[in-house]
Structure formats: C-alpha cells, structure tokens
T-cell receptor, first 113, second 117 residues
C-alpha cells in the first residue's frame, strides 16, 4: 500500500519552461489537494478536487492548472514557470465523506532558475 | 486576517516534560475542522490529531491532546512526556466549511520544536 505518491521528487526548470507534477493515491479517496510550502509561509493550498470530475481554486492558484484525471490521479501543471514558483509541492488526499485526515505525499522540490 | 496563527516560531522542551504549542484560528463558519501535523527534517507531513467544531470533548491520540477552546478560537497541541523523536516542525491547520461542500484548508506558519536530552 503506497499511499500518496508524487513524481518527480526533484526538478530544475528554466524560466518559461513547462512541466507537470504527478500525484496518485491508492486509498480510494474522493478528495485530492495540491499545496506549496515556502520557507516561513507554511503550506498554502493551490487547487483541490473534492471529488472526481471537480476542481476548485485554493488560496494561491495563479500560474497553475490542474487535472483530476480519474479518482486516483491529480496532476498540477506549470505552463510557464517563474522563479516565484520555486517551492516544495505537496499532494494530499482525504476520504472526503467523513474521514477527516489528509494523507500527504513525500513532496516535489522544484527550482526555477 | 490570517486564518491560522502560530505565534511561537521555536520552542524548546526538556525530554520527558510536557509542552504546549499554540494555535489560534479565525473563521465565521460554524462548521470547521482543526488539525495538527508534524514535519520532521526528512520533510514528510504526518497527521497527528483532529478536532471537529461540533466535538464536545477534546481530541486525544496517545501522547497528543488538543486543547480546544471554541470561544477563544484556540486549538493548542499538548505533547506529554516529550521524546527526542518529537523534534520537528509542527503545523496547525483548519478545514473551513462542511467536508462535502468542498474544502478550503489553511495552514499556520509552524512551530519548530526541539527536545533537549
């Protein structure tokens, strides 16, 4: 049982390049989330998907897009990376039907030069 | 206004002593959930404890308890009998609104706890 997996673990991009962060969960959870963590800022919600087929903006959605590909997978896309998007990105999932706990992936460290 | 405020950037505690990490929250929604997470130096986020806004009793999970004072909008984490392995960043978080209505989660800036032998 892998829980929440994220790929890649580390990525370096040049300004203007695009990339997709992948996230998958094997717990049959309904809800999935993308966060970014910056020093001194805690975690901030970028986008979330309450259930398959729905996505909503979180606190800091600008510069990102998401796709809930199916119940298992939730991807985050940076169309034109900027240095301000240098961060650690966490994916999380939760049951969404009464189970409150969010389970987090190991994170992706992204450096935009 | 900040949704979650953690005013203690860093805390020290002697091994085997108890420690309280402070958290205050701001919401006008009657339905919300409060969480504490631990982030060791390895980086993963580990769920510790949850308190729902309608829960009458304070939540407890082993050595962790959540001191929920609704009128004060505080949700302090109490760790009893601290261990060296408790040294980590601790984040308070809030889910605002009903779970099925879509979720907005807010995290505090964290408290770095160091347990001294």
């Amino acid at each position: 049982n892998a829980g929440v997996t994220q790929t890649p673990k580390f990525q370096v991009l040049k300004t203007g390049q695009s990339m997709t962060l992948q996230c998958a969960q094997d717990m049959n959870h309904n809800s999935m989330y993308w966060y970014r963590q910056d020093p001194g800022m805690g975690l901030r919600l970028i986008y979330y998907s309450a259930s398959e087929g729905t996505t909503d903006k979180g606190e800091v959605p600008n510069g990102y897009n998401v796709s809930r590909l199916n119940k298992r997978e939730f991807s985050l896309r940076l169309e034109s990376a900027a240095p301000s998007q240098t961060s650690v990105y966490f994916c999380a999932s939760s049951d969404g039907t009464g189970g409150e706990t969010q389970y987090f992936g190991p994170g992706t460290r992204l450096l935009v030069l | 206004a900040q949704k979650i405020t953690q005013t203690q950037p860093g805390m020290f505690v002697q091994e085997k002593e108890a420690v309280t990490l402070d958290c205050t929250y701001d919401t006008s929604d009657p339905s919300y959930g409060l969480f504490w997470y631990k982030q060791p130096s390895s980086g993963e986020m580990i769920f510790l404890i949850y308190q729902g806004s309608y829960d009458q009793q304070n939540a407890t999970e082993g050595r962790y308890s959540l001191n929920f004072q609704k009128a004060r909008k505080s949700a302090n984490l109490v760790i009893s009998a601290s261990q060296l392995g408790d040294s980590a960043m601790y984040f308070c978080a809030m889910r605002e609104g009903l779970l099925m209505a879509g979720n907005q989660f807010y995290f505090g800036t964290g408290t770095s706890l160091t347990v001294i032998p």
